[in-house]
């Protein structure tokens, strides 16, 4: 008896380990869009939080030549937060996706912020332009946006705005063109 009773905790031991594993995994990919705001109770007004359906908080950080940038200065355009670093190979294979949404989204208003994530402004230059990109792109040296104002645990993690300043989406983890495509119609209609 006491055998048998080894071996299950045995094998409940592994079974929580396993779905521990899971549920840490499973984060990547995850995505919440604006239907989540009726779980938020459709409530906009005067709520700061990193959740959708509510107002996205604010920040001012250095683009690539030092000048402050404030994500309320976009408000009436639609915005794409990308949180990212240059050692992250996920954010690296979704960068020429981001590119080409730039080139066919910008006419329209749409406004992409790259937030690399506590590198240095040189290691962030030189990506940038061997990649070609030329998107806006952000500082955020100390990682207290990414991690105080957004929650910011992965990477990448992306976040969408509607014009009205209102989180409409938020993925964690890399994303395809059709994905980035699906999110930035959401937010351009909505």
Request: glycine share 12%; charged share 20%; hydrophobic share 40%.
């Amino acid at each position: 008896m006491a055998k048998t009773n080894n071996i299950v905790g045995r094998s409940g031991s592994a079974l929580l380990a396993l779905l521990m594993i899971a549920l840490l995994v499973g984060g990547c990919g995850s995505e919440a869009t604006g239907a989540d705001a009726a779980s938020a109770g459709g409530n906009t007004a005067n709520k700061v939080a990193p959740r959708v359906g509510y107002i996205a908080p604010d920040f001012a950080l250095p683009d690539l030549d030092g000048k402050p940038i404030r994500l309320n200065d976009f408000r009436g355009q639609p915005v794409f937060i990308n949180f990212w670093t240059t050692w992250c190979k996920a954010c690296k294979e979704e960068m020429p996706f981001i590119e080409a949404a730039w080139k066919d989204h910008q006419q329209h208003g749409v406004a992409i912020l790259g937030v690399d994530v506590q590198e240095s402004p040189d290691t962030v230059k030189n990506f940038v332009t061997q990649g070609g990109y030329d998107w806006t792109f952000l500082l955020d040296s100390g990682g207290e946006v990414y991690s105080n104002q957004y929650n910011g645990n992965a990477f990448p993690t992306s976040v969408f705005i509607d014009t009205e300043g209102v989180i409409r989406g938020i993925r964690i983890g890399g994303m395809t063109r059709d994905i980035i495509e699906s999110r930035l119609n959401l937010i351009k209609n909505w």
